[in-house]
């Protein structure tokens, strides 16, 4: 048990409330003592450690109890230790160099994909102006052009009133709302009348029964368990048995000798300058692995399958500092090329269902097989929902499915004083984001020691636990006060089981907008600005990366070119640099 001061069960069975306040700064310091000490192979000196600076707002800057921004501060300033060591094996080791975590702009990153500006206008105006999307290759096939599909992802009562279970389309609501008996072409004219349409189906079904429809017919969803439910859960006690931040050198293949990073060039001294990575993911969590690590200097090739759905307007920040490229596996030749790219890689990142890449000749034990021929160890970077192992690790998931199967929507809901134990989701698509840098932390350690060590490495990252971390007792959750200081400060549009993530995405931004309008500015010093830009040659200006080193410190972290969209060059003229 954890010696932590905590209130149990203020926000439902298994949740505890911390008894007092603490500045998020200083809050932030405790959390990332707390994950550097329980990370194996993270470094325990002090030297390094005492390097990171939190700053900010002393108030939380998002909705609800649970402590996001200072969790992914923590790891991102973890993240900034492992490139301070990395840059002491390349021979820029600097005594003085310093590891700046703003836990201000932490929270302001949970909304990087609303956090960006197309010739000065925000996507969040423009987005609302009907302006946006004819900038935008278009990948979503339609995968919300009605009310009903919008509101196929959601969280809904069922039979049983004490238990709410969130439904998800996965991009394709048409069969899931025909499993549930509601017809996808009812004429239906507002997002509002389709939740009270769908309400009237999910209520004759108990959460059981809702369960075992996507079960049946391999649909993604989650009873909204209480945090003492989940961890009380076979998935969730296999979730338990793994370290938050997972990464483990493969053992059981090929020896590999220990491979050094690459020379500087002379016009980039990022700590993983020359780094090659593979990045094979869609949406949210993946892609910003390699997001942070070509942030830090990795040379990224992005593959996207085009028949495949993605979210068009994440093209504009999580392509940052990559090429892109269009790869349908099914097609041999495709699927040589890409072999051919990952026996060159030193990172290959992917972001689908356990397993599924296997046949591709893409899997784990397919890749180490190939550094052990090439001598030459790999980092395999893998993201799902539930976690590496256990009874639903092969399952699909999504970032809502994470937030309601961990408890995350439960407390949230709580907090919120709603009746009828009505959940709602997390406010922005925190486990997604913060999954990214999990992964991302985990590559870098695993760089990090290969080249101390040799081997090749394992990092997984799972959404659920991004959740259930946050649900610890020794992290602990704000008090309803600090809840409702915060939600009066920034006067937050109603939130409620039904709304989407980016629904709630657009009420944090405009919470934001009425305390922090100065800094939420082009030229706030915040954003970086490419002049331009592949969509119809537009200035393009994103939030700046989370880690900063000193002023004038040639390894800062920095994207060196801009978003660009998906699929953009043909892979023909695509090879590692």
Not at 117 to 133: C, S, Y
Not at 198 to 204: L, V
Not at 552 to 562: F, H, I, K, V, Y
Request: charged content about 20%; overall charge neutral.
């Amino acid at each position: 048990m954890s010696d932590y001061p905590t209130i149990p069960n203020v926000y439902g069975p298994g949740s505890h409330t911390d008894t007092g306040f603490v500045p998020v700064p200083q809050d932030t310091e405790r959390i990332f003592r707390i994950i550097a000490k329980e990370t194996p192979g993270f470094t325990q000196d002090e030297k390094l450690l005492s390097k990171v600076k939190f700053v900010g707002d002393d108030f939380p800057v998002i909705p609800g109890p649970i402590k996001a921004v200072p969790i992914a501060a923590a790891l991102h300033a973890m993240s900034g230790v492992v490139a301070d060591e990395i840059l002491a094996i390349r021979g820029a080791a600097r005594e003085d160099r310093t590891v700046t975590v703003n836990t201000t702009q932490a929270g302001f990153w949970f909304a990087t994909i609303g956090m960006a500006f197309v010739d000065g206008e925000d996507v969040v105006a423009l987005t609302r102006a009907k302006k946006l999307k004819p900038l935008l290759p278009n990948y979503e096939q339609g995968w919300v052009d009605t009310p009903l599909k919008y509101r196929g992802t959601a969280l809904y009562p069922t039979k049983n009133p004490e238990t709410w279970y969130s439904v998800h389309g996965s991009l394709n609501a048409k069969p899931l709302l025909k499993s549930l008996g509601v017809n996808p072409e009812d004429p239906i004219n507002t997002p509002e009348e389709a939740y009270e349409h769908i309400k009237k189906f999910t209520t004759q079904k108990s959460p059981e029964e809702l369960e075992f429809n996507n079960l049946y017919n391999g649909f993604c969803g989650s009873i909204c368990f209480t945090p003492e439910a989940w961890n009380n859960s076979e998935m969730g006690k296999a979730l338990a048995k793994h370290p938050f931040v997972n990464v483990k050198q493969q053992a059981h293949s090929v020896p590999t000798p220990r491979i050094a990073f690459p020379p500087f060039n002379p016009n980039d001294k990022r700590p993983l300058a020359g780094v090659k990575v593979v990045e094979m993911t869609r949406i949210i969590a993946g892609p910003q692995v390699g997001t942070v690590l070509s942030s830090y200097g990795a040379d990224v090739i992005r593959i996207n399958a085009p028949h495949l759905v993605d979210i068009n307007i994440m093209q504009l920040t999580l392509n940052a500092g990559k090429r892109t490229i269009a790869i349908d596996l099914r097609n041999p030749e495709d699927r040589a090329y890409v072999q051919s790219l990952v026996r060159d890689a030193d990172v290959f990142v992917q972001g689908f269902r356990q397993s599924k890449l296997e046949k591709y000749g893409l899997g784990l034990n397919e890749l180490l097989r190939m550094a052990g021929e090439r001598q030459k160890g790999i980092v395999y970077v893998s993201e799902n929902c539930y976690g590496p192992d256990g009874i639903y690790a092969e399952r699909g998931g999504w970032q809502q499915i994470a937030d309601t199967a961990a408890g995350s929507s439960y407390v949230t809901g709580r907090s919120l004083n709603l009746p009828d134990n009505e959940c709602v989701l997390p406010s922005l698509p925190v486990s997604d984001m913060t999954t990214g840098i999990l992964g991302a932390l985990g590559a870098m350690i695993g760089l990090r020691d290969r080249a101390l060590h040799g081997g090749s490495y394992y990092s997984h990252a799972a959404l659920a636990a991004v959740n259930t971390y946050a649900l610890r007792p020794e992290i602990g959750l704000y008090p309803r006060n600090i809840v409702d200081e915060c939600a009066k400060r920034f006067q937050w549009a109603e939130m409620r089981g039904a709304h989407h993530v980016l629904d709630l995405l657009v009420t944090v931004w405009d919470g934001w907008k009425r305390v922090f309008g100065d800094v939420l500015r082009e030229d706030s010093g915040w954003f970086q600005t490419f002049q331009n830009s592949a969509f119809d040659g537009k200035r393009l200006s994103f939030l700046k990366p989370v880690v900063s080193f000193d002023k004038g410190d040639e390894a800062n972290p920095e994207w060196r070119s801009p978003s660009v969209p998906y699929c953009q060059e043909p892979k023909e003229q695509v090879q590692f640099k």
